[in-house]
């Protein structure tokens, strides 16, 4: 098969995709468009309510069954990482956490609160409280952040516009742990000041307006998380495979299906894009505008010579989640 073919392929069949399937049959049940203090959920990395001329984010997650399972340490040092990275994406700055946190044996347990413990150094952010069942005969984690952002900070990934850049940021340095070979450490081994200015990045882009929609490249992938970008927005978009930032020597599939500790997707007016790129360059990301939004209903990828359809969204689910706004 051609590259263009592969990666769809291994994208569309991804688990890191397909389990966000039922995303909207839960969502379907709790609509928030009856409740004002309600700004944005449905979509969105982190819900946004409305507080004065403020905005408290709220989120949550919960450690994949696998992670917990081969490496309780990196299972407490991801649950903070992933909060963290849903309140940057917003635009946001994390406040405080909660965990619940469950365990057969007190070994599990010691090497979930060290890993917790790692999460709250690296990225400064304190856990506040939460519930601890020492007593199960099952292993889970899950952890709820807030964060706060000014109201006219916030950014959405259901916003992205037709005529859009999409611009792809990624720290490159890093590596595939053995115990967690999906995902892409680039940051248990980086200073923490250096992995905080990351997250900051973020607060840059939002505080001088320069991205109409991000999201942080999460469980499917890059191209994935694009995808639950152009879905909730209602819009399609073309990426050129041959641009997205990538290491040297590591395999593009693998590549797209990565979990990463640091990168996110901008949807921004051309004239903005280089100015994100320069942002996370002066903390350790590359950047590249890999695509452009449009009105097509259809992510589409290109290596220049070939180009195929990834998802249609008139009739292809990721999330389900499309935002009227």
Partial sequence: MSRVTTLIDTVRNFPGVTRKHAIHEVVDMFPTYSFPQVVAAEGEDAAVLECGNMCVLFAADGIMEKL???DPYLA??????????????????????????????????KELLRGIKAGVEKFNVPLVGGHTHPDCNYDSLDISI????????????????????????????????????????????????????????????AQRHLAHSCKDMSNPGHVGTLAMMLESSSKGGTVDINKIPIPEGVDECKWATAYFGCAFVFACDPSH?????????????????????????QLKLTDGNEAGVLFDFSKDIVTGIKVAR
Avoid: H, W
């Fill in 273 to 297: 894009s280089q100015e994100i790129i320069d942002i996370f360059s002066e903390v350790s990301c590359a950047g590249a505008v890999v695509g452009k939004v449009d009105d097509s209903l």
């Fill in 68 to 70: 917990m399972k081969s």
């Fill in 76 to 109: 407490g040092y991801y649950a903070v990482l992933v909060n963290v990275n849903d309140i940057a994406a917003m635009g946001g700055s994390p406040l405080g956490m909660v965990d619940v946190m469950s365990f057969q044996e007190g070994a599990v347990g």
């Fill in 146 to 205: 807030i964060g706060s952002v000014k109201k006219d900070d916030v950014l959405l990934s259901s916003t992205a516009r037709a005529g859009d850049d999409i611009v792809f940021v990624i720290d490159l340095d890093g590596n595939f742990p053995e115990s967690v070979p999906y995902t892409y450490d680039s940051t248990t081994f980086k200073s923490n000041k250096l992995v905080q200015a990351q997250m900051e990045a973020v607060c840059k882009v």
